[in-house]
């Protein structure tokens, strides 16, 4: 195994780590574990030779625990427990390696459609439609952590979301939307294990994005009038923890659970808000299994 500590500057080179042997061998879908769109996104880091990298990754979005929903106009507030049906998730962008350094572009899509409606009884509460989608351009520089190889990155990220709730029938009901843009920092891991083309990977990130929430009616019927539009200062939290499997130097599989948070990207859901008014704020949660495929070419 070559010593990866040789090359004073030169980054760490994936097939030195593990010693591979040459000759070893759109819209989200919903159905069970999904391979997704085009990505580099938040896959494992694209450790390996100088060139383009091009990867792919699915992800399946598990349901969303029950929270608040207020449905109709501050006059007649209907607060229901609406939760989220699973969905998925994919990324899609393109990375350049050279020197110990990358530069990456990534969009990462969430869908979760609307599921059962909101009829005005409680054996049917309603849930929730997520829509997300975040776009990231980010610098990349090497580390180097003993056995680990590492990246620490920084860069401009945007984010839209929407979210909505049927009312008696599909179509019918408010939409809040969070759009927002700012920076996020990260780190990204790779620690080779014994068993060769293997490696135990990390992602986790910190984003900072300044926005604004606003309602909108997707029928005639909702008066949004008095809907404002809410400056919010949005945290996101992103993890993954997973395998990578290198089948040469220039194809590595990627298969693990990830999770983002975000912060005051909604309004909150109460009775003492109403349709109109939307004051305080409220988080998201999604996660969910993934698996990826990164190409690398030079």
Same mark, same amino acid.
């Given at each position: 195994?070559?010593?990866?500590?040789?090359?004073?500057?030169?980054?760490?080179?994936?097939?030195?780590?593990?010693?591979?042997?040459?000759?070893?061998?759109?819209?989200?879908?919903?159905?069970?574990?999904?391979?997704?769109?085009?990505?580099?996104?938040?896959? !494992?880091? !694209?450790?390996?030779?100088?060139?383009?990298?091009?990867?792919?990754?699915?992800?399946?979005?598990?349901?969303?625990?029950?929270?608040?929903?207020?449905?109709?106009?501050?006059?007649?507030?209907?607060?229901?427990?609406?939760?989220?049906?699973?969905?998925?998730?994919?990324?899609?962008?393109?990375?350049?390696?050279?020197?110990?350094?990358?530069?990456?572009?990534?969009?990462?899509?969430?869908?979760?459609?609307?599921?059962?409606?909101?009829?005005?009884?409680?054996?049917?509460?309603?849930?929730?439609?997520?829509?997300? +989608?975040?776009?990231?351009?980010?610098?990349?520089?090497?580390?180097?952590?003993?056995?680990?190889?590492?990246?620490?990155?920084?860069?401009?990220?945007?984010?839209?979301?929407?979210?909505?709730?049927?009312?008696?029938?599909?179509?019918?009901?408010?939409?809040?939307?969070?759009?927002?843009?700012?920076?996020?920092?990260?780190?990204?891991?790779?620690?080779?294990?014994?068993?060769?083309?293997?490696?135990?990977?990390?992602?986790?990130?910190?984003?900072?994005?300044?926005?604004?929430?606003?309602?909108?009616?997707?029928?005639?019927?909702?008066?949004?009038?008095?809907?404002?539009?809410?400056?919010? +200062?949005?945290?996101?939290?992103?993890?993954?923890?997973?395998?990578?499997? !290198?089948?040469?130097?220039?194809?590595?599989?990627?298969?693990?659970?990830?999770?983002?948070?975000?912060?005051?990207?909604?309004?909150?859901?109460?009775?003492?808000?109403?349709?109109?008014?939307?004051?305080?704020?409220?988080?998201?949660?999604?996660?969910?299994?993934?698996?990826?495929?990164?190409?690398?070419?030079?």
């Amino acid at each position: 195994m070559a010593n990866l500590q040789d090359v004073k500057g030169q980054p760490p080179r994936w097939e030195d780590a593990h010693a591979i042997d040459p000759m070893q061998g759109v819209r989200s879908v919903r159905a069970g574990f999904v391979i997704g769109l085009l990505s580099l996104g938040i896959c !494992a880091p !694209a450790f390996g030779q100088d060139g383009f990298s091009l990867s792919a990754e699915g992800g399946y979005v598990l349901g969303g625990a029950p929270q608040g929903y207020t449905l109709l106009p501050d006059s007649f507030p209907f607060v229901v427990d609406a939760d989220s049906k699973a969905g998925a998730s994919g990324v899609i962008g393109l990375q350049y390696n050279w020197n110990g350094q990358f530069l990456r572009f990534r969009t990462e899509h969430v869908d979760v459609d609307t599921g059962q409606f909101y009829n005005g009884f409680g054996s049917n509460q309603g849930e929730i439609g997520i829509r997300s +989608t975040i776009i990231d351009v980010e610098y990349g520089r090497a580390l180097n952590w003993g056995g680990t190889d590492a990246y620490w990155t920084a860069g401009l990220r945007h984010a839209d979301m929407d979210f909505e709730v049927d009312v008696g029938a599909a179509g019918f009901g408010p939409i809040h939307e969070f759009s927002g843009t700012g920076l996020r920092l990260g780190l990204e891991t790779v620690t080779p294990l014994q068993a060769p083309g293997w490696s135990f990977a990390t992602t986790s990130g910190l984003s900072v994005l300044d926005g604004e929430v606003s309602t909108s009616a997707r029928t005639d019927f909702w008066d949004c009038s008095q809907c404002p539009e809410l400056s919010r +200062t949005a945290i996101g939290v992103d993890a993954k923890l997973g395998l990578s499997y !290198a089948q040469s130097d220039r194809l590595r599989w990627d298969f693990g659970y990830k999770a983002q948070y975000w912060r005051d990207v909604n309004v909150e859901y109460g009775a003492e808000n109403g349709f109109g008014l939307n004051g305080g704020s409220s988080d998201l949660l999604t996660h969910g299994p993934y698996l990826g495929l990164t190409m690398t070419f030079n």
